[in-house]
C-alpha cells in the first residue's frame, strides 16, 4: 500500500488554514471582539453627543465634567414622600430622597422574599400533597397567579382589595385579633424596645454562652460514658432559664421610666390609678364599664372625661411602656402626643393632661422648667424589656403597633402572592428531582417521615431549587419598580420625580441602573455562595 | 421486643416472618397472587425466576416499600399493618440493600451509614461512627470513610450501602438484586462480604440472578412465576431435579445460554 500512495495519509498532510479549527477559533473571537468595540464606541459618541448638547455634565465654570453632573443631588427635592424609614422632609436633598427610595425598595424586597419563599414553599409542598383539596388549591393558586400579568394583580390588589376596605371607625378584625384592616392600610401589633432592653440583650448573650457551654460539656460527658444525655433539650432549657432569668432582672433593675403627677391626685404608685379613674366614673368596677357604656348609664363622652389624661412624646417607649399597663389593668386612658418633649411639658402646664410620661431623668429636668414643681411628684413605672404597642384608634387615625400604608400592603402582597407561585413550581421540582430511590433507602433505614424529608429529600432538592429561586429573587427584587403604579415610594417612583423636576436624566437613569444593579448582584452573590457551599462532590 | 397488635396466631418465636396468602394489585394487575412463606431464625432463602414473577416486589413488602392488601405479613411478632408504629418497628429490625445502591449523595460515607443510627436508634456520633467503621472495615474500605458515594465504584457503593444496612444491627436482610447493577468484576467483592453474612446466622432473603451464589450459600430456594410461588426446594434438588415446568425452562434458558 505504502508504495501505491506517495503522499503521506490523509490526516498527516498540512491542514490549509482555513479549515484549521484552532486558527478558525482565534479568528472568530477577533471577529468579535472587533463588532463589540464597534458598537461601544457607537453608543458612547451617542451618548457623549447627546450629553454635550444638553449640557448634563457641564459644571458652573463651564467646563465639562462628570461629577458636575450629579450637583443636582445636593438641591432641595420640594416633594413629599409619604413613608420613610429614615427622617425625611421636602427641604431635603434630591441626594436624600433617592436614599430614602432605595431603603423602601431595600424593605419591600428583604420581606417579599421572605414572604414569597414561605408562601412559595408551602405551596410547592401543598401541590405534593396526597390530598385532593390541598393540592388542588395550592394547583388553583400557581395556575391563577402565574398566568396573569403582575401589573394587573397589583391594581387589582390595591383598587379592588385595599381601598375598598372599611373607614377606619369600622376596621375589619380577622378572627378577633388585633388586626386592623382599614382603608388606612394594615395595622398591627408591634414590639417596642424599652432601655432595660439592652441589660435583657446582655442576659441572652449569655444565655446563648452558657448553651453552647452546657452543648460541648455534655458532649465530652457523652464521649466519655457513650451514653446519650439529650444534650440539645439540655442547651436549649438553659438558655430559656436565663432568658426567663433576665427579663425579670432587667424589669426589675430598669427604673428609668416615670410619670409626672399632682401631689394633689394622691397618686404615689402605680396601683393608685386605678382608684383614681375609678373615682370619676359611676361603676364600682373597671370591668363594668363596658356594659356601663352598652345600657346607657355613660355615655362615650363621659368616659373620656373621666379617663386618664397623659401627655407624652409620639411614638415614646416610655408612653408604651405605660399605656400597655393601664391596658392590662383595664383603665381608660386619652394620649396627648406632642412631637418634642418641651411640647409635651407645655401641655401638661397648659393642663391639658394629669400625667406627664417619660424617662425619670426627663421628667426631672422638665419639673424645675415648670412653675408649680414643688407639687409635682415623680412616680417610678415598673417596665420589661419589651413590650408590645397594640393599634389603638385615637381620633382619625390608628397609634401604636406595626402599619403597613395601603401602598405598601400592596405592593408587598402582590410581589409575594406572584413570586410564590414560580417558587412553589420550582420547589416542586426540586423535590420530585430526587430520586424514589432515596426515599426508598430512608425508609428502609427507618427513617420518619419528617426526618426523611428533613435530612435526605430537601438537602438534594435545595441544589436543584437554588439557581431558578435565584432568579425568582431578582425577579422580585425588579419588579418592586412596579410600586409606582400603586404609589409606593420605591427608588424608580421617587428617581421618576427627581427626573421630572430636575430634568437630569442622563444622571438619574445612571443612580437608578446603578443601584438596581447593586441589589440584584448582592442577592446573586450571596445565593451562588450558598450555592456553592452544598453542591456536590462527584469525582 | 414488644409485641403489639399481633392480630395472628401465636407465632414460634424461630419463625421470623410468616407470610400467608399474600396478595397484591397495581390498578388491575395482579403482582402478588397468594404468597405464603414462613422463614426461620437464620435461614438464607434465594428467591429465582424471570423478570416480572413479582419477586422485588414481595420481599418489598416485607418492610412496607410496597403496600400489601391481602393477607398477612409477620414479622418478629409484629403484624405489618396500617398502624404506623409496627412499620417503624419493622424497619428498624429489617435492613435492605438495594440494586442501585441508593446512597445519599450529599453525605459523606461516614454519614451516610451514621444517619440512621443517629436519628433512629438515638446513639452519640461517637458510638454510631465506632460502629460504622466496623463495619466499613468488615466490608474492607475504612479508607473511603470520608470520600462522598459519587467518588466511589460501583463495588464499592454497594458494600458501603451493606456496611449501611448492618451498623443499624437487624436480625433480617433483605437484598433485592444487589449485583445486578455493576460490572463483572466488581459483583464478586459483593458477593463475598454477602456469603461471610450468610455464615453469621443473619437471615437473609435475597433476589439475585447469581446462581453459583444460590447453589451454594441458600438453604433454601423459592422460584416464583406470575406472582405466585410454583417451586420451593434446596438448592440440589433446585438445580439438578426441579419438580416444575415452568422451572426446567427457566434452569435450562440460563444455564444453556
Known sequence: ???????????????????????????????????????????????????????????????ESFRCGFNFLSIDAQFDISESIIQYNPS?????????????????????????????????????????LVSNLAKWYVDFFRNTPLLLQLFFIYFGVILLFPAIQDAVQPFGLPIFLSQRGINMPGPVFMPSFAIWM????????????????????EQQTGRNSNRGWWAVASFLLVALIG??????????????????????????????????????????????????????????????????????????????????AGIP????????????????????????????????????VLENGANLSIIPI????????????????????????????????????????????????????????????????GLSESQRLRLVVLPQAMRVIIPPLTSQYLNLAKNSSLAIAVGFADLWAIAYTTLNQSGRSVQVFIIVMAAYLTLSLTISFLLNWYNRRISLVER | MTTMNVTTAPTNTEEVIICSEVHKWYGDFHALRGISLTVKKGEVIVILGPSGSGKSTFIRC?????????????????????????IAEIRREVGMVFQQFNLFPHLTVLENITLAPIHVRKWTRDHAEDRAMHWLTRVGIPEQANKYPGQLSGGQQQRVAIARTLTMEPNILLFDEPTSALDPEMIKEVLDVMRDLATEG???????????FARTVADRIIFMDAGQIVEENTPENFFTNPNNERTKLFLNQILHH
Open chain 1, 92 to 132: 431635603d436633598s434630591y441626594g436624600r430622597a433617592l436614599v430614602v427610595g432605595a431603603l423602601n425598595t431595600i424593605k419591600v424586597t428583604v420581606l417579599g422574599v421572605i414572604l414569597a419563599t414561605i408562601l412559595g414553599t408551602l405551596a410547592g409542598i401543598a401541590r405534593l400533597s396526597t390530598n385532593w
Open chain 2, 202 to 212: 443473619y437471615t437473609i432473603l435475597a433476589v439475585t440472578h447469581e446462581m453459583g
Open chain 1, 202 to 221: 446582655a442576659f441572652l448573650i449569655l444565655g446563648l454562652i452558657q448553651a453552647q457551654v452546657t452543648w460541648l460539656f455534655l458532649g465530652r460527658q
Open chain 1, 382 to 445: 415598673a417596665e420589661t424589656p419589651v413590650r408590645m404597642a397594640v393599634p389603638r384608634i385615637e381620633g382619625l387615625n390608628f397609634v401604636g403597633g406595626i402599619k403597613l400604608t395601603p401602598s405598601f400592603a400592596a405592593i408587598l402582597i402582590g410581589l409575594v402572592l406572584y413570586t410564590g407561585a414560580f417558587i412553589a413550581e420550582i420547589v416542586r421540582a426540586g423535590i420530585q428531582s430526587v430520586p424514589k430511590g432515596q426515599t426508598e433507602a430512608a425508609r428502609a433505614l
Open chain 1, 333 to 368: 386612658y386619652v394620649v396627648n402626643r406632642s412631637d418634642r418633649l418641651d411640647q409635651a411639658t407645655e401641655a401638661y402646664a397648659a393642663g391639658d393632661c394629669e400625667v406627664l410620661v417619660a424617662t425619670r431623668s426627663a421628667l426631672a429636668a422638665e419639673r424645675n
Open chain 2, 62 to 86: 416485607i418492610n412496607r416499600l410496597e403496600e400489601h392488601q391481602q393477607g398477612d405479613i409477620v414479622v418478629e411478632g409484629t403484624t405489618l399493618n396500617y398502624d404506623v408504629r409496627n
Open chain 1, 1 to 63: 500500500m505504502a508504495e501505491l500512495s506517495p503522499t503521506p495519509p490523509k490526516g498527516q498532510q498540512p491542514i490549509p488554514f482555513w479549515r484549521d479549527g484552532r486558527v478558525i477559533g482565534v479568528l472568530a473571537q477577533i471577529a468579535f471582539v472587533i463588532l463589540v468595540a464597534l458598537g461601544t464606541a457607537w453608543l458612547l459618541r451617542n451618548v457623549n453627543d447627546n450629553i454635550g448638547a444638553l449640557g448634563s455634565f457641564r459644571c458652573a465654570d463651564g467646563t
Open chain 1, 247 to 328: 427579663w425579670y432582672v432587667a424589669g426589675s433593675t430598669a427604673d428609668s421610666q416615670g410619670i409626672l403627677v399632682a401631689r394633689a391626685t394622691r397618686v404615689r404608685e402605680f396601683s393608685d390609678i386605678e382608684a383614681l379613674v375609678l373615682g370619676r366614673l359611676p361603676v364600682d368596677n373597671l370591668n363594668d364599664i363596658d356594659t356601663a357604656v352598652a345600657d346607657g348609664r355613660l355615655t362615650q363622652e363621659d368616659l373620656t372625661a373621666a379617663s386618664l389624661h397623659i401627655c407624652s412624646v409620639q411614638d415614646d417607649p416610655s408612653q408604651v411602656n405605660f399605656t400597655s399597663q393601664l391596658r392590662r
